[in-house]
């Protein structure tokens, strides 16, 4: 070994816990979180993996400085990406610990459960310890009636793809065997921010659960991420969960936007005619105009919506989508003429056909065109 390398080996001991928290801009929280872990897993050989889709504000800096000095806390930096369910699947990939917990890094979270968590897999032939705000001495903290309607919907909705009763099925907050968390690995939507849904509804058996309760605090420190794309990308796990093996959910996103495409369509030409007495052709160009910026402007804020253009990107983008539906459009006409030429088609499987194929097409191309992969 080189004398002059300041790096020191460490005796390290191969932790049975990890810790995996998704943070974005937790800076002043990550101080007083480790501070924490250190008093309640004392005893417990664990590690902390911070998952950080490139926070701006210091973040990887304040783990950084803890981490240099105690390698039991990690980082894991992510650029370009988004969303706590990816961040936890990575986070728990790149540790070798048998037990894995997942914890917000806004310290809303009860740490002091962790320690009956890992007593409950460890000891009790538990697989997955959810801590829940809706079992015996669990609570949702300060939430308004807002929030906790919005919650209790959710949960409601999450009964439609669970096969097993869960109470607190939307936590962020639990421990999961890494065995078990191996079964259901490859299976996973990896959508949004419920990944205890996801791996619950994407588990081949129930698995043996017990939910410790647990009261929800209020954030002390930094910002709350949830905005209203939380919903949807909710609605798309459900989806996802019920129809993804058969169609793509962003597939159908896609379709229903064409969907209400065509209806603008059509009342934009109905008005053109009859209001504002457009000869046909005019009017047919402006309802096509007005149905290319709408399904544009609502795949780019619903259907890509982690790949969401913005400023110049919105301009490139329209252009892109605009001729690339163009080429769909002739593609359509040129199946479906097809079609309808030959000799068993009927007009109606032969338009269909054709639509069917540029809705293909338009999905397909501007995926990767339009809204590419940043
Ligand atoms: N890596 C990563 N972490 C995220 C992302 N969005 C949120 N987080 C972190 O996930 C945790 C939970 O997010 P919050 O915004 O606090 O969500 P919440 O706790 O349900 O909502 P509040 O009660 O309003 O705080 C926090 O540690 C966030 O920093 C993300 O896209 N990527
Ligand atoms: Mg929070």
């Given at each position: 070994m080189n004398d002059s390398n300041p790096v020191q080996p460490r005796p390290a001991t191969a932790p049975d816990l990890c810790v995996v928290i998704p943070v974005l801009n937790e800076r002043g929280n990550i101080g007083p979180l480790i501070d924490r872990l250190r008093t309640v897993l004392d005893g417990i050989a664990w590690e902390v993996i911070f998952v950080d889709d490139d926070s701006r504000d210091g973040t990887r800096d304040a783990v950084a400085a803890i981490g240099r000095a105690d390698p039991r806390v990690r980082l894991l930096h992510r650029i370009g990406r988004r969303g706590l369910s990816s961040a936890f699947i990575e986070g728990a990939q790149a540790t070798l610990a048998p037990y894995i917990a997942a914890m917000d890094g806004d310290l809303q979270h009860d740490e002091r459960v962790l320690p009956r968590m890992f007593s409950a897999l460890r000891d009790d032939g538990i697989e997955l310890a959810i801590g829940s705000r809706y079992v015996e001495g669990g609570g949702t903290g300060d939430w308004d009636a807002r929030r906790a309607g919005m919650s209790s919907l959710a949960t409601r909705l999450s009964q439609l793809v669970l096969r097993t009763p869960v109470a607190?099925?939307?936590?962020g907050f639990f421990m999961i065997r890494r065995d078990t968390f191996d079964r259901a690995v490859r299976h996973l939507s990896a959508m949004g921010f419920k990944i205890l849904l996801d791996i619950v509804a994407s588990l081949p058996e129930p698995p043996r659960i017990r939910e410790l309760p647990y009261e929800f605090r209020s954030r002390v420190s930094g910002e709350s991420k949830l905005d209203a794309g939380v919903l949807r990308d909710y609605l798309m796990l459900i989806l996802d969960k019920l129809i993804g093996h058969i169609v793509p959910v962003r597939f159908v996103l896609f379709a229903g936007v064409g969907a209400l495409g065509i209806a603008a369509h059509l009342v934009v030409l109905r008005l053109g005619l009859e209001l504002g007495r457009l000869p046909f052709p005019d009017a047919q160009a402006l309802a096509t105009a007005c149905a290319i910026v709408g399904n544009f402007t609502l795949n780019n804020i619903f259907t890509f919506r982690e790949r969401r253009l913005r400023g110049w990107g919105l301009v490139r983008g329209l252009i892109t989508f605009s001729a690339i539906c163009s080429v769909g459009a002739a593609g359509n006409i040129g199946v479906s003429s097809f079609l309808f030429g030959?000799?068993?088609?009927s007009w109606w499987l032969a338009g269909i056909a054709g639509a069917v194929m540029s809705l293909v097409w338009n999905y397909a191309v501007s995926s990767v065109i339009t809204w590419r992969r940043g």
């Open positions: 607190d099925p939307m936590s030959s000799a068993h088609s």
